[in-house]
């Protein structure tokens, strides 16, 4: 069993607009291991959630997927027909959204949702599915779980919803996991509670994940390995000590430092000025230069090509910040 | 009233707030068929006692359900206690003449957490911006114009958005309209409730270094509202811990970020995820939230509270002084 | 499934809604041929009485041996009656052109009358609340827990025929719907931040309600009105139809075709028919252009 899980090689996701397609993900490469948690890391308009969407094969027009193959155990799923895609989604690919009600049917029991998704992909007797159900709800830590199953998704506060969530995208022991924001909209106690759970039931099953977020503190808690988006390509990878201890992309330094914990309290934050380009207006070149410290002239026409370590450390850029230079921590 | 350079700008006694769900004709002809009516009451903001002064940066952290929010539109004016006395500039609100009833209202101006929301759809920024300055004649018209370019100018945004609607504007954009909105009326006091949640990572450094820069060139008080404890830490002289309609704990910030007192401040601490800590296995806290409207006995941490006491179940600890400046609620301080 | 491209997004920045909305509309088929019948017959209606070859209500021009000639035929004076005449030898196409007149007269001004009290009642239930918008609501139940036509006749019976007597009317069994609608829209109009901003600013309630709430009520509202005009002609014709609604002197589409009812068996159809049609084409336009109007004001298209 090969030890590498998805690989995505040279992604291309556009959304045609009445003034031409644009690139929510442009040329993304990256690969996920057995067991490993990956982190995405971008603001918005960065294309991680394009992204995760495009490997479950849920962009619908007028986005498009027109380049690139994603490899998961090998097999293409770009090639994969409908029918097949519905058969690995909930089974071996499942996917995590920040509002938990967008997995979660307000109108049906959570029994029902959750027995409907075991017997979708396997052939079982709707009361040993319920008792699977059941099971899954007590492993995330929900109370009275035979309760919870008669009843609404509405009954349940917000984190609550979320560990249905989880546990309806665990009930089947999919090989990946793409979870995207799920915790962004909780408290933090409760994103705690969250995070606890994901980890334990991850390490336990050996599960991957990607976790996409905009959030550096979760991914340095939770991640592996760490690859940041910038207006939809991938301008930084590497393991999360190499990420947050040794950032060689200015987006990626500009981000660690701009978080209020790595300046000094009373001190103006070191910000990164402008904002992110709109998928219409991407700029020329290097989409950064309009907003880079670091920036040369040729960044202004050439838009860099990665430079790679390895397999799995690169970055984008032209003049990149010397290595080693840690980010106040 | 107290003469010293540091006095309140704005303080709060005692103040409460209910709210109460009025019962529906149905359930009052129930009522009169003999079936009792269930009032369901939240206790939002259940006594507290806050004074911030002229100047300075008051921390106010909590998560859902704590009254945070309320607790700032009650500061700003735009929601009545049901209790307790509100006092600016040393003088109990209600009950003033207009003018001075106005003087407070603009001189205590609210930041709104969603820039998607707080912002009039259909008005252009100029009227966003301006109609204060229009209706409450605070300037004479021919310089409102003018007035209106400056406030856009100083949230750093191009005089050329005067004419846009907000549609047309990012939500790091839509939030600096909103400041400009609240900086054109020239109040003393920012209520910043979440002002940074919903905006993205980089966009909300640049925000943040904006409070920062109209504090020193304005001189403007501020009550931060916030739920992150990384930011609230930056920017606050003071920081108060709110839970279920009470202040637990409130010290000045570098204090209560090394040696936090409360337990629940320290799960709070304990729990934010921050950069230097990695590949950490996550202990949170058990048990949810407690909705406002089934609080618990006693003290309303104990139920998820790792050091709970008999006593913590029956009675609700008092704010103490544990330190010059720090108070905290919790029954084991009292046992030294 | 799709994630959020907002404005800012796509790049569509410089697009101001008006602009984009309009864009919408222009685009389609449907609605450039609905909109266009609906100019053409408002313009029909506006300027009958010069188009019309004769009028309708000048009994001293009718003779009575001009009646129930076909269309096409040529009449004892020499006129052309393109689409015949009636029982009283009156211009049929004159009359369509002046029934359109009042048909469109009712149908606008009741809307426009049922709107304004609607909008004024819905504005005050929803935004000062309490018991003001108990008393409110309970009459807006009121008035629309009766079935619209029967009030409306039994109110005409009382008060007797006539334009002025119709609009009334139409007002009445109208009004509520308005006041629902925009007490909704209000309701979660309210609870924004922008109304508290602006309450923040010491602005008194009426401002609050006409000028930053009011404005964004009138979407729904709008696409409601415009079919509520189609709606209002159709009951008006029904109205006079069933004899109640406009006197025989101004007769409107609806008392046009019920003039011409006892004649349709004997073959002489166009009494009826030719006003059924015209009415039909009004209404039917009325619809589409409505219909369009609340696809491009649906929020989840807006840029």
């Given at each position: 069993m090969s030890a590498t899980l998805l690989e995505v090689r040279n992604l291309h996701t556009v959304f045609h607009a009445e003034k031409g397609a644009f690139a929510a993900v442009n040329d993304v490469s990256f690969s996920v291991g057995r067991g490993e948690i990956l982190g995405l890391v971008g603001e918005s308009g960065s294309g991680k959630s394009v992204t995760g969407l495009s490997i479950m094969g849920l962009i619908d027009p007028p986005?498009?997927?027109?380049?690139?193959?994603?490899?998961?155990?090998?097999?293409?799923?770009?090639?994969?027909?409908?029918?097949?895609?519905?058969?690995?989604?909930?089974?071996?690919?499942?996917?995590?959204?920040?509002?938990?009600?967008?997995?979660?049917?307000?109108?049906?029991?959570?029994?029902?949702?959750?027995?409907?998704?075991?017997?979708?992909?396997?052939?079982?007797?709707?009361?040993?599915?319920?008792?699977?159900?059941?099971?899954?709800?007590?492993?995330?830590?929900?109370?009275?779980?035979?309760?919870?199953?008669?009843?609404?998704?509405?009954?349940?506060?917000?984190?609550?919803r979320q560990r249905v969530a989880i546990a309806i995208a665990m009930l089947n022991k999919p090989d990946l996991i793409i979870a995207d924001e799920p915790t962004t909209a909780l408290d933090v106690t409760i994103q705690a509670q969250i995070l606890y759970e994901m980890q334990r039931l991850v390490?336990?099953?050996?599960?991957?994940?990607?976790?996409?977020?905009?959030?550096?503190?979760?991914?340095?808690?939770?991640?592996?390995?760490?690859?940041?988006?910038?207006?939809?390509?991938?301008?930084?990878?590497?393991?999360?000590?190499?990420?947050?201890?040794?950032?060689?992309?200015?987006?990626?330094?500009?981000?660690?430092?701009?978080?209020?914990?790595?300046?000094?309290?009373?001190?103006?934050?070191?910000?990164?000025?402008?904002?992110?380009?709109?998928?219409?207006?991407?700029?020329?070149?290097?989409?950064?230069?309009?907003?880079?410290?670091?920036?040369?002239?040729?960044?202004?026409?050439?838009?860099?090509?990665?430079?790679?370590?390895?397999?799995?450390?690169?970055?984008?850029?032209?003049?990149?910040?010397?290595a080693g230079v840690a980010v106040p921590a | 009233m107290s003469e010293a350079a540091t006095a309140a700008l704005i303080e709060l006694s005692a103040v409460r707030k209910r709210f109460e769900r009025r019962p529906d004709v149905a359930e009052r002809l129930l009522a009169l068929a003999g079936r009792p009516i269930e009032r369901r009451v939240v206790r939002a903001v259940d006594g507290v006692d806050l004074a911030i002064h002229r100047g300075e940066v008051v921390g106010l952290v909590g998560e859902?359900?704590?009254?945070?929010?309320?607790?700032?539109?009650?500061?700003?004016?735009?929601?009545?206690?049901?209790?307790?006395?509100?006092?600016?500039?040393?003088?109990?609100?209600?009950?003033?003449?207009?003018?001075?009833?106005?003087?407070?209202?603009?001189g205590v101006q609210m930041i709104f957490q969603d820039p998607y929301a707080s912002l009039n759809p259909r008005h252009p920024v100029r009227r966003i911006v301006g109609e204060a300055l229009h209706v409450h004649r605070l300037a004479p018209s021919r310089e409102i114009p003018e007035r209106v370019d400056r406030a856009l100018e100083e949230v750093g945004l191009d005089r050329s958005y005067r004419s846009r609607y907000p549609h047309q504007f990012s939500g790091g954009q839509r939030q600096r309209i909103g400041i400009a909105r609240a900086l054109a009326v020239e109040p003393e006091m920012l209520v910043c409730d979440e002002p940074v949640a919903a905006l993205d990572v980089s966009i909300q450094a640049q925000i943040i270094n904006l409070f920062m820069d109209l504090r020193e060139r304005r001189g403007l008080t501020y009550l931060f509202i916030s739920h992150d404890l990384g930011l609230v830490r930056h920017i606050s002289d003071?920081?108060?811990?709110?839970?279920?309609?009470?202040?637990?704990?409130?010290?000045?910030?570098?204090?209560?970020?090394?040696?936090?007192?409360?337990?629940?401040?320290?799960?709070?601490?304990?729990?934010?995820?921050?950069?230097?800590?990695?590949?950490?296995?996550?202990?949170?806290?058990?048990?949810?939230?407690?909705?406002?409207?089934?609080?618990?006995?006693?003290?309303?941490?104990?139920?998820?509270?790792?050091?709970a006491m008999p006593l913590c179940r029956t009675e609700a600890p008092p704010l103490a002084a544990i330190a010059p400046g720090r108070i905290s609620a919790c029954h084991l301080n009292d046992a030294t | 499934m799709s994630t959020r491209i907002d404005s800012s997004t796509l790049g569509m920045m410089d697009t101001p809604l008006r602009a984009a909305m309009l864009k919408r509309i222009r685009s389609r088929p449907t609605a450039i041929g609905a909109g266009a019948a609906l100019a053409v017959m408002v313009a029909l209606a506006l300027f009958a009485p010069l188009l019309a070859p004769q009028n309708p209500y000048d009994l001293t021009g009718l003779s009575i041996m001009n009646n129930r000639l076909e269309p096409g035929s040529v009449g004892m004076n020499g006129v052309t009656y393109w689409l015949g005449t009636d029982a009283q030898g009156r211009d049929m196409l004159s009359a369509i052109l002046y029934g359109l007149r009042i048909s469109l007269v009712v149908g606008l001004l009741a809307t426009a009358g049922a709107a304004a009290i609607g909008i004024t009642v819905g504005l005050l239930a929803g935004y000062v609340g309490g018991l003001v918008e108990t008393l409110l609501m309970r009459l807006v139940d009121f008035f629309l827990g009766f079935p619209t036509l029967l009030v409306a006749l039994v109110l005409l019976a009382m008060i007797g025929r006539g334009v002025d007597k119709v609009v009334l009317a139409i007002v009445l069994v109208q009004w509520a719907n308005y006041a629902r609608l925009v007490r909704g829209s209000v309701l979660v109009e309210r609870r924004k931040e922008y109304v508290e901003a602006a309450q923040n600013l010491g602005f008194s309630r009426a401002r609050i309600m006409l000028i930053h709430i009011l404005p964004n009520c009138l979407g729904p509202m709008l696409v409601f009105a415009t079919i509520q005009v189609a709606t209002t002609i159709a009951l008006e014709a029904t109205l006079s139809f069933l004899g109640v609604g406009v006197p025989v002197t101004e007769p409107s589409l609806g008392l046009l075709i019920a003039n011409g009812f006892e004649h349709l068996l004997s073959g002489e159809y166009w009494i009826s028919f030719y006003p059924g049609v015209a009415l039909l084409i009004l209404i039917f336009s009325i619809n589409l252009v409505g219909d369009r109007l609340r696809e491009s004001l649906d929020p989840r298209r807006r840029a």
């Open positions: 986005g498009e997927i027109v380049a690139g193959e994603i490899l998961f155990k090998g097999e293409d799923l770009r090639r994969k027909s409908a029918s097949e895609m519905r058969l690995l989604r909930g089974d071996r690919i499942a996917m995590i959204f920040q509002d938990p009600l967008m997995t979660l049917n307000p109108v049906l029991r959570i029994g029902e949702q959750m027995t409907e998704a075991i017997t979708e992909h396997a052939a079982i007797h709707r009361a040993e599915a319920l008792r699977r159900a059941a099971e899954a709800l007590a492993q995330v830590g929900i109370p009275s779980p035979e309760a919870r199953l008669r009843g609404y998704p509405h009954e349940l506060s917000g984190g609550m390490r336990a099953s050996g599960t991957s994940m990607i976790w996409i977020t905009h959030d550096l503190g979760v991914i340095a808690g939770l991640a592996d390995r760490v690859a940041v988006m910038y207006a939809g390509r991938i301008v930084e990878t590497g393991t999360v000590d190499e990420i947050l201890d040794s950032p060689r992309h200015p987006y990626t330094q500009g981000l660690l430092r701009s978080v209020p914990s790595a300046n000094r309290p009373g001190d103006r934050l070191a910000q990164i000025e402008g904002m992110s380009p709109s998928l219409a207006a991407r700029p020329p070149g290097c989409a950064f230069h309009p907003r880079c410290p670091r920036a040369l002239d040729i960044c202004r026409h050439d838009d860099p090509a990665p430079t790679a370590v390895d397999s799995r450390r690169s970055w984008r850029c032209h003049n990149p910040a010397p | 859902s359900g704590c009254g945070k929010s309320t607790l700032g539109r009650m500061a700003a004016g735009i929601l009545a206690p049901t209790a307790g006395e509100i006092r600016y500039r040393g003088r109990a609100v209600t009950n003033l003449p207009p003018p001075d009833r106005m003087s407070y209202v603009l003071r920081v108060a811990i709110m839970y279920l309609g009470r202040i637990v704990e409130m010290s000045p910030a570098a204090e209560l970020f090394a040696s936090p007192n409360h337990p629940y401040t320290q799960a709070l601490l304990a729990e934010i995820p921050s950069v230097g800590r990695r590949r950490r296995t996550f202990r949170p806290i058990q048990g949810e939230i407690p909705s406002p409207l089934n609080p618990p006995s006693g003290c309303a941490f104990h139920p998820r509270c790792p050091h | -």
